[in-house]
């Protein structure tokens, strides 16, 4: 059976594994190393990205790890393809298999990228869907790791909407060990079914996750805090919604209450002066651009790991990670 990746907990069994291969394979890249930059298990192979939404760092990221991991990257606009308008998805799907080793998807419904999946026959990575954005989460903990030598006793914070990158946020943080907390206005909670296995994660894991309405609660002495925009793509009609988000910006004075070595995160693209000040993104402990640059290294990892799953432990073994 294809395997695919739909939400982070798909790889929750190896999910350290495939940030440590990141992390070790960024270094040995970065440094020049022969094996590393004549790894190429893509090569001969073409992975097709189809978007139905704009993208800077989700689309420059694949494609530019894919030529790195010597494939081709091809990227289908869906204004410019038949999906959607005269072709179904799952037949869209089986036709793209017969040519590509791999697919990666950028969709409002996540039953949209599950139907894909339901039909490829090659792995498919969700890209963003509206519930879940599995490659961002991935290239988040990436950069938590490079950050934070220690997990023990570190707390990561969510201050904003409840959506599909908390969602991930909150369930690769639990599965890792990681204490969660996220500070959601009513009415804005992430679905309650992740909610559930975060919790359960959380439980095996022996973690903490807290929610609560109050963003001074939640940043109380913690390491990381992150948000996102109030209103994500699709959503433009909401604009109301910014209301009940008075007092979620995360600016200096919610910093202050943080620990001292406060990170800063944000998935990206941001909204200056609405979820953050200029003062905190542009802040030295802001991390927001080892994020975007870990999209790629994540995303490797992950592709290789669903598409050439013996050249992945071949390299991690030589990476000394087995
Ligand atoms: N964070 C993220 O997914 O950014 P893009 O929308 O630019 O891809
Ligand atoms: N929550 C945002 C994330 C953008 C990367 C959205 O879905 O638009």
Redesign the pocket.
Known sequence: MVEHLLAIDDVKDDLEQILKWAIEFKRLWKQGDEVAMNFLPLDTMTIGSIYE???????VSFEVGIDRLGGNALTLLKNDIQLGKSETIGDTSQVLSRFLGGMTY?CYGHEDVTELAKHATVPVLNA?SYKH?PC?AAADLMTIMEHFDNRENLVVTWVGDGNNVLHDLMLACTMLGIDFRYAVPEGYEPDEDVVERSTAYAAEHKSELMRTVDPKKATDGAHVVYTDVFISMGEEHMEDKMKSFEGYQVNEEMVSNMDDGWRFMH???AHRGDEVTDWVMDHEQSIVFDQ?EN?MWAQMSLLCYFISPDAWSAMGEFMGLV
């Open positions: 939404k704009p993208s800077t760092r989700t689309r950028r963003l954005h961002q998935c990206l693209p975007a999209r």
